[in-house]
């Protein structure tokens, strides 16, 4: 059995979803979770990250966990984890880890403690997530206007299930053991064409408008810890050479190459009509 922490998220429902398709024995954990919420035949748990304990009835019989940045106790997880007998562990980190240690911390701290584990671990260092663009739907469907911040700057974001797929494939084969991948999409793309991306998904004139610094710290404050704003904006108005850079470890691990955002914005089209 394979435990999904996170499994109402982006890439944990995906992630779901590619294994129960698989045959795979799924128990799909999350704090809030209905058995609406993923594929016929997936056991579903409600259990916080932040209470490890509450994970000790996920874990029964499981071989191997995707694990998620979370909450503050990763030793006390795995410690579980270990006990229950599970084997292996997947880590969904950042990308950020590698290239702003100082600003990725947290996830630093879980990678370090998945490494000191005596599990065998893998962890995928995804970049932006073009689910990220999520956050146009509402401004679209509405205004069919698009708002961000330093429109030509480009990066390869990453479809969440290709990120899916490639931890679908880490738990299930052998090979991986003490890998890190970077997970990135096939090209760079600027806030403007992933817009032009939207309006051609779903056949409409999508307007952009190019926020300043200050706009978007203001609308990202709202809801991340200032730390995170910092770090996100910098980021996304002046990536380092190795946050732009196109990783090929999505086609390695998968054999095919990551799919780009185009198609990730054609495939959910729905949310922006």
Known sequence: MIVVTGATGNVGRALVRILAGSGEAVTAVARRIAQTDVPDGVRTVAADLGEPESLVPTLKGAKALFLLVAEEDPVGILERAAAAGVTKVVLLSSQGVGTRPGVYA?????????????????????????????????????????????????????DPDDVAAVAAAVLREDGHDGATYVLTGPEATTPRQRAAAVAEAIGEPVTFVEQSREEAHAQMARFLPAPVVEGTLAILGEPTAEEQRISGDVERVLGRAAAPFGAWAARNSGAFR
């Open 106 to 158: 947290h996830a630093a701290g879980f990678e370090a403690a998945v490494a000191a584990s005596g599990l065998a671990h893998t962890v995928l260092r995804s970049g932006g997530l073009a689910s990220n663009t999520l956050a146009w739907a509402e401004p679209v469907r509405l205004h069919r206007t698009a708002a961000a911040p330093f429109a030509g700057v480009g990066l390869p974001f990453v």
